[in-house]
C-alpha cells in the first residue's frame, strides 16, 4: 500500500545548487500535483499533470520544471536554488480532477542556505 | 481574484463539539473539500460537498451553501487526536484545488 511516494524526506542546498524532488505512484492516477507549503500558508500549486506527456503551470512556477515521462513518476526539478524556495513540498495524486481527493506523500523539507 | 477564508485558530475542549468555518470567492464552483493535516505530516481527505445541506461521516459533518459561499466543517465528540490543522479547499472553474491556509485546532483536556 505505497500510495504516494516522495523522496527525498529532508535536504539542505546551498544557494545556487540544483536538485530533483522525486515523486511516484503506484495507484495509477493520470493526474499528479506539485504544491508547495510555508509556515501559515496554505498549499501552493506549482506544476500540475494530466497524464503522461502533459504538463501545465500552476500559480508559482517560477524557478522549477517538471516532466513526466509516465503514469507513475513525476519529478520536481530546482535549477537554481533561491532562500525562498525554501518550503515543504507536497507531491499528490487523483483519479480525477472534479470530484476525487488528492492523495498526498509524506513531503519533502527543503532548505536553502 | 480568489480567496478563501478559515479562522487562523480555534480552542476546544476535550469532549465537546467545535465548528470551523470556511468562506470562499472564487471564479467557479465544483465542490469543496475537507482535509485534516497534522504537524508535521500530509494533508488527508476528510470530505466532499458539491451540493447544498449537510454531509456526515462519523464524527465529522460538513455542510455547504452554494449561494452563501459558505462551508462548515463539525467535528463531535473531539478527541486529543483531533488536534490538527483543518484546511478547506475549493475546486475552481479550472478544476483546480484552491486551498485556505488552513484552521488550527487545539484540543484541551
Known amino acids: 500500500n505505497a500510495g504516494v511516494t516522495q523522496t527525498p524526506k529532508f535536504r539542505i542546498l546551498k544557494i545556487g545548487q540544483s536538485m530533483t524532488l522525486q515523486c511516484t505512484q503506484d495507484?495509477?492516477?493520470?493526474?499528479m500535483y506539485w504544491y508547495r507549503q510555508d509556515p501559515g500558508m496554505g498549499l501552493k500549486l506549482i506544476y500540475y499533470s494530466v497524464g503522461a506527456g502533459i504538463t501545465d503551470k500552476g500559480e508559482v512556477p517560477n524557478g522549477y520544471n517538471v516532466s513526466r515521462s509516465t503514469t507513475e513518476d513525476f519529478p520536481l526539478r530546482l535549477e537554481l536554488a533561491a532562500p525562498s524556495q525554501t518550503s515543504v513540498y507536497f507531491c499528490a495524486s487523483s483519479y480525477s480532477a472534479e470530484n476525487q481527493p488528492q492523495h498526498f506523500g509524506d513531503g519533502t523539507r527543503l532548505s536553502i542556505l | 481574484g480568489q480567496n478563501i477564508d478559515q479562522p487562523t485558530e480555534m480552542t476546544a475542549t476535550e469532549g465537546a463539539i467545535v465548528q470551523i468555518n470556511c468562506t470562499y470567492q472564487?471564479?467557479?464552483?465544483?465542490?469543496l473539500f475537507w482535509y485534516q493535516q497534522h504537524a508535521g505530516e500530509a494533508p488527508t481527505f476528510l470530505s466532499y460537498?458539491?451540493l447544498d445541506g449537510l454531509e456526515e461521516k462519523g464524527r465529522f459533518s460538513s455542510f455547504l451553501s452554494r449561494s452563501k459561499g459558505y462551508s462548515y466543517l463539525l467535528l463531535k465528540e473531539l478527541q486529543m487526536k483531533d488536534s490538527a490543522s483543518y484546511l478547506c479547499a475549493v475546486v475552481d472553474s479550472n478544476y483546480q484545488l484552491i486551498w485556505g491556509a488552513g484552521t488550527k485546532l487545539i484540543i484541551k483536556p
Open positions: 472564487t471564479s467557479g464552483f465544483n465542490g
Open positions: 460537498n458539491v
Open positions: 495507484m495509477n492516477h493520470n493526474y
